[in-house]
């Protein structure tokens, strides 16, 4: 495998160089010529989510996103759903959505931002109408957090063409006057998954209602897992520890994650390893190691070096935690290779280690065994990680009791 900067130079879609069977790069090129015809200044469909950007704010683009080809409707939005589908397919799919656009401030009360919140809280995408001022433009956009999106159009009119169907409960949490934190943890319990909060968050509805507004997608996503996270490490922190050392594992895009849980009460640590050729890493002439790190009491700074990849990490590891009715030390080990030509989203961070806990885990009686254990499936050295650790160069009680 080719792992330098200039993998699909080298490439060109023809040689498989990345390991995946069919292109991704090229594979939204060919698309083009598929979904263009179906490109008009208008659109009757289904919306399947919302999306408002964060540039230029507080006057930011808003606006449906919603799929040209009216396929994969359960689906297209629903990350959860995702994982184990192909690189390619996931770009393909996700290449189909139309983002329609208008300027609006935050704070509006328009009846497209009352649109969009109707969309966002549907139980199912509904219909609507929508007018552009021109085609839309064929292109496809992709981020370090936010899933794919495709062509863009200008949005000149907006209509919700049917009665929304809001779930009940969901309409009882957002019409109390409570804090956006309070509101999403409800709803995250009440069983909407954390992909639907971070969409009903950027739509406006929740929050004190003198303080409510459009929320950037961006920053809706990391928002939506940091107050879920938040709530459930306050509970992890009174369950016993775990009383072994446990490895899980996961790989899936390319992505390869190993997690060690070790007796002890919660500290997290997150390590993300790229190597040369990844999309975030193309001047790189190593792999670079980025380590993140949260002590028992919390972290006081946004954990700048991974964003949105290190909360979607700790959504999965408490979530993970909860499952087991179990506190641990925990550190998360990511190593991105050469595979991840183009950027998905940090949804496959969070679906990766949701997945690890559903495999059968190792079980060892000292940290040494299970170090020893997933430094089997990295390719970098533990001692490159080793160098940069909070927790694993920590020197605790029972250390020093052994080494006596």
């Not at 964060?54 to 040209?68: E, K, Q, R, S, T």
């Not at 929740?206 to 490490?233: E, F, H, M, N, Y």
């Amino acid at each position: 495998m080719v792992g330098t900067a200039r993998l699909c130079l080298v490439c060109k879609g023809s040689r498989s160089l990345c390991g995946l069977q069919k292109c991704p790069v090229l594979g939204r090129f060919s698309l083009k010529a598929r979904i263009t015809p179906n490109l008009k200044d208008n659109f009757f469909g289904q919306a399947t989510s919302v999306f408002i950007g964060m540039y230029n704010y507080p006057d930011v683009f808003v606006g449906p996103l919603a799929p040209i080809t009216g396929d994969n409707l359960d689906v297209i939005d629903s990350p959860s759903k995702w994982f184990g589908t192909d690189y390619s397919s996931l770009v393909e799919m996700r290449s189909s959505i139309l983002r329609s656009k208008i300027m609006a401030n935050v704070h509006s009360v328009s009846r497209t931002a009352e649109n969009l919140q109707e969309i966002a809280l549907a139980a199912r995408p509904p219909d609507i109408e929508m007018h552009f001022k021109g085609k839309p433009v064929y292109r496809v956009s992709f981020s370090d957090v936010v899933q794919p999106m495709g062509p863009t159009a200008t949005l000149k009119k907006l209509s919700v063409t049917e009665n929304v169907h809001v779930p009940r409960r969901v309409d009882s949490i957002v019409s109390d006057d409570m804090s956006a934190s309070q509101a999403g943890f409800r709803l995250y319990e009440s069983g909407q998954d954390v992909y639907k909060i971070g969409t009903i968050l950027s739509s406006g509805v929740l929050g004190l209602k003198k303080r409510r507004k459009l929320v950037p997608t961006r920053w809706s996503i990391t928002a939506s897992q940091t107050l879920v996270a938040d709530r459930l490490i306050r509970k992890i922190k009174d369950l016993p520890s775990v009383n072994e050392y446990r490895v899980y594992s996961s790989d899936y895009l390319d992505n390869r994650y190993e997690i060690l849980l070790m007796p002890g009460n919660w500290e997290f640590e997150n390590f993300e390893a790229w190597a040369p050729g990844t999309p975030w890493s193309f001047n790189a002439k190593k792999t670079e190691i980025l380590e993140e790190y949260e002590p028992h009491r919390g972290r006081t700074k946004y954990a700048e070096l991974q964003g949105g990849g290190f909360y979607a990490s700790r959504l999965g590891i408490a979530e993970g935690l909860k499952g087991l009715r179990r506190q641990a030390r925990v550190v998360v080990f990511r190593e991105v290779h050469e595979g991840y030509v183009v950027p998905l989203g940090v949804w496959q961070v969070l679906e990766n280690v949701r997945n690890a806990f559903r495999q059968p885990y190792l079980k060892f009686d000292t940290m040494e065994e299970a170090l020893s254990s997933i430094e089997s499936r990295l390719r970098i050295p533990l001692r490159e990680y080793l160098r940069q650790s909070v927790i694993l160069r920590q020197k605790r009680l029972q250390d020093y009791i052994k080494a006596g």
